[in-house]
């Protein structure tokens, strides 16, 4: 059973960069697509990004595009979201979660079956 677990939350000011990282036990993670997605209360869950299994291709939430960046290091089975230009809009929980074994970079989300805990990003103007 893979577990996966959120670091790199916090508060940041509108304009600021921010990076998460979501490390994965109990999987050969090498083998799995990888993904963000983010929630604020009320609210249904967001895609926000993910990365084939092989780290080579990478697709984005359309709020996103530009100002994000995901990246997987199999070495350190880990996986990156780098937050730059941040918007208040961008307030949320994030989610690390594991996507389809030996995938590609997809945005639908009954495609992933392993979720975090979470990790919270507040944003200021």
């Known amino acids: 059973q893979v577990q996966l677990a959120e670091s790199g939350g916090g508060s940041v000011q509108a304009g600021d960069s921010l990076r998460l990282s979501c490390v994965a036990s109990g999987s050969t993670f090498s083998s799995y697509a990888m993904g963000w997605f983010r929630q604020v209360p009320g609210k249904s869950r967001e895609f926000v990004a993910s990365?084939?299994?092989?780290?080579?291709?990478?697709y984005y939430g359309s709020s996103v595009l530009g100002r994000f960046s995901i990246s997987k290091d199999n070495t350190k089975n880990t996986v990156y979201l780098q937050l730059n230009n941040v918007k208040p809009e961008d307030a949320a929980i994030y989610y690390c979660a594991q996507g389809p074994r030996l995938g590609g970079a997809t945005g639908r989300y009954n495609e992933f079956d392993a979720w975090g805990q979470g990790t919270q990003v507040t944003v200021s103007s």
């Open positions: 990365v084939s299994y092989n780290g080579k291709d990478a």
